[in-house]
T-cell receptor, first 111, second 115 residues
Framework: DAGVIQSPRHEVTEMGQEVTLRCKPI?????LFWYRQTMMRGLELLIY????????DSGMPEDRFSAKMPNASFSTLKIQPSEPRDSAVYFC?????????FGQGTRLTVV | GDSVTQMEGPVTLSEEAFLTINCTYT??????LFWYVQYPGEGLQLLLK?????DKGSNKGFEATYRKETTSFHLEKGSVQVSDSAVYFC??????????????FGQGTILTVHP
């Protein structure tokens, strides 16, 4: 298996623009997680899904953030409008109930 | 709720030195415990795990033993290499609840190994 695949790897956008991050989990995994990593806050869980259903989105910072999982093989994290403080590395991870497997991350820079 | 506490970093060692990174946890039930490693510019990779008390996880010369009596899962390596320089995260998965595999992470410990 190719592992968890995220795209793009790097994204630079202007403040106010919409940003969409994409994730393909490992085939057969039934849980998917979105994390954000910054120097100041460390690793934060934003939202997670089980069987494509959002279970806990309490970590989503604001209404500007939204996440979807239309099917078992694809998820998106959208930020609209983006702000400079959203600059971070965003990780997607998937799991079958045990350890989670992480993607390489998307480094987002909002200028 | 569940929580994980790691020793304060960063940790700086010379090559071939002994490494210990402390990790303690608070959780209900019987969690599984993990160490993840993050190399510069990469995602987190599972380093080792232990699923029940007294289990020892090991990989690449690293070891950690699940100590339920002290609620600890300290990471150790007898002789570190420059290539071990990375950020190390302790984590737990409280499979006894409806966690769906959600991991609770510690804050991470930066390890730098000098030649």
């Amino acid at each position: 298996d190719a592992g968890v695949i995220q795209s793009p790897r790097h994204e630079v956008t202007e403040m106010g623009q919409e940003v969409t991050l994409r994730c393909k989990p490992i085939s057969g995994h039934n849980s998917l997680f979105w994390y954000r990593q910054t120097m100041m806050r460390g690793l934060e869980l934003l939202i997670y899904f089980n069987n494509n259903v959002p279970i806990d989105d309490s970590g989503m910072p604001e209404d500007r953030f939204s996440a979807k999982m239309p099917n078992a093989s694809f998820s998106t994290l959208k930020i609209q409008p983006s702000e400079p403080r959203d600059s971070a590395v965003y990780f997607c991870a998937s799991s079958l109930g045990g350890e989670a497997f992480f993607g390489q991350g998307t480094r987002l820079t909002v200028v | 709720g569940d929580s994980v506490t790691q020793m304060e970093g960063p940790v700086t060692l010379s090559e071939e030195a002994f490494l210990t990174i402390n990790c303690t946890y608070t959780a209900t039930g019987y969690p599984s415990l993990f160490w993840y490693v993050q190399y510069p510019g990469e995602g987190l990779q599972l380093l080792l795990k232990a699923t029940k008390a007294d289990d020892k996880g090991s990989n690449k010369g690293f070891e950690a033993t699940y100590r339920k009596e002290t609620t600890s899962f300290h990471l150790e390596k007898g002789s570190v290499q420059v290539s071990d320089s990375a950020v190390y995260f302790c984590a737990l998965n409280n499979a006894g609840g409806t966690s769906y595999g959600k991991l609770t992470f510690g804050q991470g410990t930066i390890l730098t190994v000098h030649p």
